[in-house]
């Protein structure tokens, strides 16, 4: 057993209200230099919809993410040592700026200066890139809510596998069903990007598995953007660097969250550490993708097990990262209640940002001119969605609904039990039935809406101490720690698969 230390997130889907407070914020503190105009570390997409960069979880065409070759290794799908070289002037799994799209800003100056009219001046948008007027036609968010949805929605990656009826109930405008989804880097367990990189500018910090790069030995390869799945790293096209989403550790370094979770208007975000098994990762990620889910949360150790903390200390995790561990908001969610499920794990990164599941509004039917509505057939309802089990499935479950399902089957469960103590108006045997058959006691469901409705900051996020000023005080030489141990430019070794 190899224990390791990562900070870990959890998103509640049910609470996000698309207000893109968390990428403004993001965006203010770090991408508002030269070269990172189209860049966006936290983005919001409105699901259905095909996202950021457009369909980035069409893999067919970016070919992102690991893969099984036929002796039963993993392989990275868009490079590998006989593809750098001739990809390094044109990838064809690379996103493109139509892709993204053309960043651009507005001629502020034509109204400050527009002589005196009948009408109001106009302020017409300049590209950022040729300093041109341009005609926008796509953006980060450009299909939030009904915007554009017969063409984004109708092209999700995610509706592979419904029913046509399913895809109408989706895409029809009338009906249109959305619900956010917030995405920063994942820091995975198993970083494509790191693997990828012909420099070794990628690495896991060792204290706390954040994935960063050093810009110093970043050499433009941009083997990292194909190689995420999940589009997270970005090129600079004026520095010549790739960059991407630090989990604002400068932050964490002194007890902070980061900018996205500290602005969150709906409270959806939880941080905390988590404590897995590193011999473990390559045999997880050969797993079929229906045991993936699974087998991630069998990485996940328990930190109240005492071998697990005496394998700790030995591995010289400090108390300090133990103790928050077993105060995890995210070790609740992921692993004791199991309601939070990580993106797309078919492409057998190990994600450590999970998302809760949304529980979007059911549908009425119509039966010999009589509407059956939710509270007809409450526990079953899940199944009778707006957004259907398999859309969901595809997008958190790597195909397989039952776990999705679960968490559904608790949270619906958790509702009701709640609704039963504060309005009184549905049955309080049924509801007893309801959490016995979700796998769900009263205590649990009371600490599930603490946890959800009535969190406090420090609930929401347990920053683990940080010890790296006392660790670089006690290396005499630091420049030669770092050349040997292979530390980066804010320190910590580097490791991956």
Known sequence: ???????SMVFHLDKCIGCHTCSVA????????????????????????????????????YQGGWEKNDDGELKIKSTGKAEVVPNIFHNPHMPSMDDYYEPWTYDYQHLFNAPEGADQPTALPISKITGEVIDVKSGPNWDDDLGGSQIYAENDPNLEGLTEQQRMQLSSVERLV???????????????????CPSGALYKRGEDGIVLIDQKRCRAWRS??????????????????????????????????????????????????????????EEIAKLPDDELVEGMRSIILDPFDPKVIAEAERNDIPEGVIDAAQRSPVYQFVMKWKIALPPHIEYRTLPMLF???????????REEDTIHHATDNLFHEIDNARVPMKYLANLLGAGHEGVVRYALAKQMAVRWHRRAETVGDVDREMVDRMLFEADCSVEEAEAIYKLTSLC??????????????????????????????????????????
């Open 224 to 281: 990292c953007v194909a190689a995420c799945p999940y589009k997270k790293t970005y090129f600079n096209w004026f520095w010549g660097k790739s960059e991407k989403c630090i989990l604002c550790f400068p932050r964490l370094e002194t007890g902070q969250a980061p900018a996205c979770f500290h602005s969150c208007v709906g409270r959806i975000r939880y941080l905390g550490v988590l404590l897995y098994d590193a011999e473990r990762i």
């Open 355 to 365: 998302y809760v599941p949304p529980m979007s509004p059911v549908l009425a039917s």
């Open 26 to 61: 993001c965006k203010n503190v770090w991408t508002d230099r030269k070269g990172t105009g189209y860049m966006w570390w936290n983005n919001v997409e409105t699901k259905p919809g095909t996202g950021y960069p457009t369909q980035w979880e069409n893999q067919d065409k």
């Open 1 to 7: 057993m190899d224990v390791r230390s990562q900070v």
């Open 178 to 196: 959305l619900f956010y989804l917030p995405r920063i880097c994942n820091h995975c367990l198993n970083p494509c990007c790191v693997a990828s």
């Open 456 to 497: 406090t900051f420090d609930d929401r996020f347990v920053i683990p101490p940080m010890y790296r000023e006392q660790a670089i005080e006690m290396i005499k030489d630091p420049h030669e720690y770092r050349r040997d141990a292979g530390f980066g430019f804010v320190g910590g070794p580097r490791r991956g698969l």
